[in-house]
């Protein structure tokens, strides 16, 4: 069987780990979009470090947890937003006024929704993590 989203996959496998109380996951298969979005969550410090091995195949991340993580997905399709829209989505999606992130990826690369804000630019929404 094949996997659907390889993002989805990754942020579900993460929130199991996390709710089960452990301390480091190992994600597989890996993906250029699975890199970015954990180095969004690491700025924002939702996970510790992580590492990407390379074995030849399909990759695998090792990530260290810090038990910050209460929920992350994905949003699926990959709406299109623009900069006044993308409000309504934080309203929607997140739990409250500035707790939380969406990551969106635009332009200029995969961001969180406060970075796209300042840079005045829309895309299309990846997911979310709070």
């Known amino acids: 069987m094949t996997k659907m989203s390889v993002l989805a996959d990754c942020l579900k496998t993460m929130s199991n780990?996390?709710?089960?109380?452990?301390?480091?996951v190992?994600?597989?298969?890996?993906s250029?979009?699975?890199v970015k979005?954990?180095?969004c969550m690491q700025k924002n410090g939702y996970i510790g470090e992580f590492e990407v091995v390379d074995d030849h195949r399909s990759g695998k991340i090792v990530v260290n947890?810090?038990?910050r993580i209460n929920k992350c997905g994905v949003i699926s399709p990959r709406f299109d937003v623009n900069v006044r829209g993308v409000e309504q989505w934080?309203?929607?999606?997140?739990?409250?006024?500035?707790?939380?992130?969406l990551v969106l990826t635009t332009t200029f690369g995969i961001m969180t929704h406060e970075?796209?804000?300042m840079k005045?630019?829309?895309g299309k929404i990846l997911g979310f993590f709070y």
């Open 32 to 34: 250029k979009v699975v």
């Open 17 to 24: 780990a996390e709710k089960r109380g452990k301390r480091q």
């Open 37 to 39: 979005f954990l180095q």
């Open 26 to 30: 190992i994600i597989r298969p890996s």
């Open 90 to 101: 934080v309203q929607n999606v997140l739990p409250s006024r500035g707790f939380g992130h």
């Open 120 to 122: 005045k630019t829309g």
């Open 65 to 67: 947890l810090v038990g």
């Open 115 to 117: 970075e796209a804000r």
